[in-house]
Structure formats: C-alpha cells, structure tokens
C-alpha cells in the first residue's frame, strides 16, 4: 500500500492505493488498483503523482480482479467497472475510416464499410468518457448512430464549442518589449 499525492486541475489530494496492476496503453502508463479515499477500484495516471510514500502496510490483489476483463469495457483505460456494457455505434466518412480501420481499441470494437467508402464503428463501452473526447476530435467526419444519450452529449459539447468560439477571443497583451511611444 502507498500514499500518493496526486494533482488534478483543482486540487492535491493524498490518495492510499492498493497497486494492483500497472500498465501501458498507447505509451502513457497507468496504476489500477484499491483507492481508500473513494473505496473503489480506481484508475490513476503516475505522471500526476508528486511523491510515493509507502505506508508499510501490505495488501492482496483480489482474486476477482482481472485486468483482461476491467479493460474489455473501456476504449483505452477508463472503465467503470461495475457498469452495464453499451453498445457504441458511429458513421464515419470515406475521408476517416481508413485510419478508424488501423486501431484495436478493444476486443468488441467492429468496423463495417459502407458504400460510400465510409465505415460504421461499433464498440461496447462502461463508460463514454475517453470516447466523447475521440469522437470530438473527428469533428463532422463522424456522426453517432448509437446510444441516444451519448449523441445528445456530442451534440451538447458541439454547442458549447459554438459557443465558446462564437465571439471574438478577448484581447490580450502582446508579450515582448513594451512599445516606446514616439
């Protein structure tokens, strides 16, 4: 067991795991383990962790656990372990189903081609966190068939987007030398 100071964009906290596995997805490492804070299996990014500190205190991996499993339901490493699998369906145009084609994200995901040269995207997912993220970054090159309510947050995320961008950025000063007036 291990004290871990980790910082998120709010705030520090001293989090006691449990490190029950480490691994690397896409070449950023994670912890999965026992949070004592949350009481629950969570997920944790080691470049957040300031300092380890272990506590002496020793713990078992429980039989239950099994990493194989905690990631069928994820798109890369956050899932919610206790969570139903949803299917995921997106469209993707001819210009970006090619490279949806090239990536496994997990042993569910499928890729069917359409006529068009386009492609539908199918994954059953625990949670949708890392997915609305990737589904963004593909912009009007990918629509969301299924499930409803993760559609209407894309949709809602699209908006505040629209939003945000809407009006010309403030204006801020121009870093450098200041300006001499003549």
């Known amino acids: 067991t291990c004290a871990l100071p980790i910082s998120s964009k709010d705030a520090t906290t001293v989090r006691t795991v449990d490190p029950w596995h480490l691994t690397c997805i896409d070449g950023e490492w994670y912890v999965i383990g026992w949070c004592h804070l949350r009481k629950a299996q969570r997920t944790f990014a080691p470049n957040r962790v300031r300092k380890i500190k272990f506590t002496g205190e020793s713990f078992s991996v429980p039989p239950s656990f099994n990493i194989s499993e905690f990631l069928a339901g994820t798109f890369r490493v956050v899932g919610e372990p206790d969570a139903p699998l949803k299917t995921v369906r997106l469209a993707f145009a001819p210009t970006a189903a090619r490279y949806v084609k090239e990536k496994v994200f997990n042993e569910s995901q499928t890729v069917t081609p359409t006529k068009d040269g386009g492609c539908v995207f199918e994954i059953k997912l625990s949670s949708f966190i890392e997915i609305r993220r990737w589904i963004l970054s593909w912009g ?43």
């Open 140 to 182: 009007s090159e990918c629509q969301v068939l299924e499930p409803p309510e993760l559609r209407a947050d894309i949709v809602q995320q699209a908006q505040g987007i629209i939003s945000t961008n809407h009006s010309p950025p403030p204006r801020t000063r121009r870093r450098g030398r200041p300006r001499k007036n003549v």
